[in-house]
């Protein structure tokens, strides 16, 4: 059982958007700004799309966006591709015991 | 290049030990937290420790506190893990993460190809 709760799977056609979300609570998600967001192929190691929420690292497309809203973290894909189709997994800071928490991920498949 | 690469993963026993490392090269390692993340096979990703840049702090998931135990040499640019009293829950595939700053408490921006990690009788 995941701390944040993610949908298992998303699809989406090529050219659209799609969003996933990650919900936690005011212990994770909702209290502090420290939401990232990875993208993991089958096979590869995950790769940081999305941190503090809303930032992208360089080298990241601009098709990629984050928000928040109250516990609940978004992720949006727009212009869909198919190199995007892979597994996405939120991250939170948490004020529990276990400082890191992830969700379960989600797979995203481009029709 | 930032490179993470893991090793010292392999077949075990329950209730036995192992050592995972983790050599990094292509940034100043002793300028980043470090930390450890496995995944299960066919499940997701969860957090296992993390250490900050001096070793000052060092933090746990509840699942391994008190059976593992993180260390790092800055002068090797080497992460390490320590594995006690495994478990077959334990089995995955270990990621070694680069953390952003010298805090533990900030996001992981580079990960490595993992090591696994088998428990079993």
């Known amino acids: 059982q995941s701390a944040l709760t993610q949908p298992a799977s998303v699809s989406g056609s090529p050219g659209q958007s799609i969003t996933i979300s990650c919900t936690g609570t005011?212990?994770?998600?909702?209290?502090?700004?420290?939401v990232s967001w990875y993208q993991q192929h089958p096979g590869k190691a995950p790769k940081l799309m999305i941190y503090?929420?809303?930032n992208r690292p360089s080298g990241v497309s601009n098709r990629f966006s984050g928000s928040k809203s109250g516990n609940t973290a978004s992720l949006t894909i727009s212009g869909l591709q198919a190199a995007d189709e892979a597994d996405y997994y939120c991250s939170s800071y948490s004020s529990r015991t276990t400082p890191w928490v992830f969700g379960g991920g989600t797979k995203l498949t481009v029709l | 290049e930032v490179q993470l690469v893991e090793s010292g993963g392999g077949l075990v026993q329950p209730g036995r030990s192992l050592r995972l490392s983790c050599a990094a090269s292509g940034f100043t390692f002793d300028d980043y937290a470090m930390h450890w993340v496995r995944q299960a096979p066919g499940k997701g990703l969860e957090w296992v420790s993390g250490i900050s840049w001096n070793s000052g702090r060092k933090d746990y998931a509840d699942s391994v506190r008190g059976r593992f135990t993180i260390s790092r040499d800055n002068a090797k640019n080497s992460l390490y893990l320590q594995m006690n009293n495994l478990r077959a829950e334990d089995t995955a595939l270990y990621y070694c993460a680069k953390g952003s700053t010298t805090g533990l408490y900030y996001y992981m921006d580079v990960w490595g190809k993992g090591t696994t990690v088998t428990v079993s009788s």
């Open positions: 005011s212990s994770d998600v909702g209290g502090y700004n420290y």
């Open positions: 503090d929420v809303t």
